[in-house]
């Protein structure tokens, strides 16, 4: 166990943990004209993208219990989730590298700050959409409370697949070029712009057996209906990736100073 993991006394990592949420929110919004009107802007940018490939015939997305302008914003909202807290924790050692190094902060305190940013970052237009929902006429069922619950393993997914990318760019930088377009790429491949439901050949197969296809639909479902995706695999998906998570934070809190070494900070 190296020195990494007790520096901080434990009455103090809360505080810690506050300090770092309100400087990352603040290093996001300096030198921006527009801000956090940004986090409204770009799905609006993206929802126009799908509502016209689908009114050009390109895309069949299955059948909907909603409008498909409220299904591709819900979904592409929940993806952004994913993406960012992916992208938060594959470049902690380029944010905090230095930090990590002169001050021996817990590494476990940093990631925590990362997902609990993407938390918020989720949550300002997520209210927005509620309230678009109940203005359109979009019913919400009552385990509406337990959303946030529901979408937690999504965000752990994103967490793990980030620090696995942050470990192996220690040997190859271009592996994070590589895993951000990977990531993009899984956009199309998982039920974020049409249904899992959708039966077109080999993307049917693959969604079957993509972990975002539960992770993703479960708390969607949630939402509407008040149901999980095939509960049982949705279940098991979201407890293989917190136990993924879990053991990813312990392997990094251990080898801290190590993979400082490889980086080279």
């Known amino acids: 166990m190296d020195n990494y993991t007790y520096t901080i006394p434990k009455q103090s990592k809360r505080f810690l943990l506050q300090e770092l949420i309100k400087l990352?929110?603040?290093?996001?919004?300096?030198?921006?004209?527009?801000?956090?009107?940004?986090?409204?802007?770009?799905?609006?940018?993206?929802?126009?993208?799908?509502?016209?490939?689908?009114?050009?015939?390109?895309?069949?997305?299955?059948?909907?219990?909603?409008?498909?302008?409220?299904?591709?914003?819900?979904?592409?909202?929940?993806?952004?989730?994913?993406?960012?807290?992916?992208?938060?924790?594959?470049?902690?050692?380029?944010?905090?590298?230095?930090?990590?190094?002169?001050?021996?902060?817990?590494?476990?305190?940093?990631?925590?700050?990362?997902?609990?940013?993407?938390?918020?970052?989720?949550?300002?237009?997520?209210?927005?959409?509620?309230?678009?929902?109940?203005?359109?006429?979009?019913?919400?069922?009552?385990?509406?409370?337990?959303?946030?619950?529901?979408?937690?393993?999504?965000?752990?997914?994103g967490a793990a697949i980030g620090l696995l990318t942050g470990l192996f760019s220690a040997l190859a930088k271009d592996f994070t070029f590589l895993m951000d377009n990977f990531i993009k790429l899984f956009l199309l491949l998982s039920p974020v712009v049409y249904t899992p439901e959708i039966s077109t050949g080999l993307l049917a197969k693959f969604i079957k057996y993509n972990p975002l296809t539960y992770l993703i639909s479960s708390p969607r479902n949630l939402l509407l209906n008040g149901e999980l995706y095939q509960p049982m695999i949705s279940l098991i998906c979201a407890l293989c990736v917190t136990i993924l998570f879990l053991l990813l934070t312990r392997f990094f809190v251990i080898n801290t100073a190590r993979i400082l070494e490889r980086e080279g900070i």
């Not at 059948?63 to 992916?86: D, K």
């Not at 817990?106 to 940013?117: G, K, Y």
């Not at 979408?151 to 752990?156: G, K, N």
């Open 24 to 157: 990352r929110l603040l290093a996001d919004l300096k030198r921006s004209l527009l801000g956090w009107l940004w986090l409204l802007i770009l799905p609006v940018f993206a929802i126009l993208t799908w509502i016209f490939m689908k009114g050009a015939g390109i895309l069949e997305p299955g059948q909907m219990e909603i409008p498909y302008t409220a299904f591709v914003l819900l979904s592409t909202t929940i993806w952004a989730l994913f993406f960012e807290t992916y992208k938060n924790c594959s470049q902690i050692f380029i944010t905090y590298g230095k930090t990590l190094l002169v001050n021996k902060l817990p590494i476990n305190i940093i990631i925590f700050t990362e997902l609990i940013v993407a938390a918020i970052k989720f949550f300002i237009p997520f209210i927005f959409i509620i309230a678009y929902f109940l203005y359109i006429g979009i019913s919400l069922h009552p385990l509406v409370f337990i959303f946030p619950i529901a979408i937690l393993p999504l965000q752990l997914f």
